[in-house]
């Protein structure tokens, strides 16, 4: 039986990418928050035109890093500058390895002068605790692992929960809990607020694209503050998403949050590999979509490509440094641009007319709200001559904007407005994915559109997050 990653790719007899592509896992689970509090469709209209309350106590990694060398680990393996990066500030992380590539991101919240807190996916966690332990820093590491994708019935608990209160009447809601005005603090800034008797650390937060607070604190408080926000809210209109939409906000706020950790191949990544687990979110993860690359390299992707362009500073040396002063050198990183795909009405008729056509196509079934079907996306994007010029990495609908949208990129040189193809399903009627039925493969027509989508968004966000603008 396998015990490492490297053991597990053995199996695949050189073909990682078709190992990853039949992998028998689907698509992310949410876990343990109930799917709806009420109708996904209100539940993502609430968060553009109402307020609503985010549950992301459950489905990231919480890394708790303590210690002298906390800072140095932190600058050492990410991309962003540290300068500035004070006690009550956040910086959203994104590492690369050796070669330039994502191996995810998530938000680490500074606690105090030696104590911060990863907060995320499993891809940069890990990373996080192979070079804590490798490079031998000075530090403690406390690693809370998501809950379990199916509980099965036992109890879950944290060490922390973790709210959102997000919307338009966001801020409403928020001084109301707090018995007084509250200062809207700067972009990823932390401080206090009072709910109900608890006194709650704050982040100015804006998951849906206007401002909002995230909040967190001990888990066995979980319940309380949650009442006290619901009742706080019930006059502004506060609704809980459920785990059913949450997801999706990203559509119209311009994220994505699942590149395939780049780290199956590389001789500098060897190590790595065999540090890895069998069971690890790496060695059972798998890609969904039409796209087929010659090598697994062909899915990896940079900063650039994902939008995190403005976040790269040379100011210090980390890792991945290198390669990517020669992207900036060869003009690689300009190369590809993110973007939002927005699909064509009538196809998208088709792909769902389908299921009550017995005797037509059956195309891959699109689920609503997100129609991800595996742990990373990528669907083939083309032009006129149907030449790959892009990748759609991130699918689903939003009731707002009464369209299908996806996240991803394409040759920088593509004007927006620009229509394209994106082939919807996999070949061969699919692959061997649990999430896959037998189906055929269809070209959607797209529109090439800004990111974030959202005009809210767009308006809101800060130079650099998710838009990926220069500020």
Do not use: C
Request: zero cysteines; aromatic letters at 12%; charged letters at 25%.
């Amino acid at each position: 039986m396998a015990k490492n990653l490297n053991e597990v790719l053995a199996g695949a007899n050189g073909d990682i990418v078709g190992q990853l592509r039949n992998n028998k896992i689907g698509a992310y689970v949410y876990p343990v928050v109930a799917p709806e509090f009420s109708n996904w469709r209100d539940e993502q209209w609430a968060w553009q035109h109402g307020a609503v309350l985010f549950d992301q106590s459950h489905h990231m990694f919480d890394l708790y890093i303590n210690g002298p060398d906390a800072g140095k680990l932190l600058s050492d393996t990410m991309v962003n500058s540290s300068k500035g990066w004070e006690v009550n500030k956040a910086k959203q992380y994104v590492p690369t390895t050796p070669y330039g590539h994502v191996i995810g991101d998530g938000i680490i919240f500074r606690l105090a002068e030696e104590e911060y807190v990863y907060v995320g996916r499993a891809p940069a966690a890990n990373w996080l605790m192979f070079q804590a332990e490798k490079g031998g820093y000075n530090v403690d590491i406390i690693n809370d692992p998501r809950s379990p994708s199916r509980p099965m019935g036992k109890p879950v608990t944290r060490i922390s929960w973790r709210f959102q209160i997000q919307g338009p009447r966001a801020w409403d809601v928020i001084e109301k809990l707090n018995g007084e005005p509250l200062d809207k603090l700067k972009f990823f800034n932390m401080s206090t607020m009072k709910i109900g008797n608890k006194t709650i650390r704050t982040l100015r937060h804006g998951m849906a694209g206007s401002p909002g607070l995230e909040i967190w604190g001990p888990y066995d408080e979980q319940e309380y503050v949650r009442e006290e926000i619901l009742k706080a809210g019930e006059e502004f209109g506060l609704i809980p998403v459920g785990s059913r939409a949450y997801p999706s906000n990203t559509l119209e706020s311009g994220w994505i949050p699942s590149p395939l950790p780049p780290i199956y191949t590389g001789d500098e990544l060897e190590d790595y590999r065999n540090w890895l687990g069998a069971d690890s979110y790496e060695a059972t993860g798998s890609i969904a979509g039409s796209f087929i690359g010659d090598s697994i390299e062909d899915y990896y992707t940079n900063p650039y490509e994902l939008g995190y362009g403005p976040f790269v500073k040379f100011d210090h040396d980390f890792i991945g440094a290198d390669a990517l002063k020669k992207m900036e050198a060869d003009g690689t990183d300009k190369a590809s641009k993110k973007v939002t795909f927005e699909w064509n009405a009538d196809d998208m008729k088709k792909i769902v007319g389908s299921m009550f056509d017995p005797e037509g196509e059956q195309y891959k079934f699109f689920d609503l709200p997100l129609a991800n079907y595996g742990n990373s996306s990528f669907d083939a994007v083309k032009d006129v001559d149907g030449r790959v010029i892009g990748k759609s990495m991130f699918t689903g609908y939003s009731f707002n904007e009464k369209k299908a949208l996806s996240l991803g990129f394409v040759d920088s040189e593509v004007p927006l407005g620009t229509e394209l193809a994106l082939t919807w399903g996999e070949e061969n009627g699919g692959t061997a994915k649990t999430t896959v039925e037998r189906h055929k493969q269809i070209d959607v027509k797209v529109i090439v559109s800004p990111v974030p989508y959202s005009k809210m968004a767009g308006d809101t966000y800060a130079a650099g997050w998710r838009s990926g603008r220069q500020g």
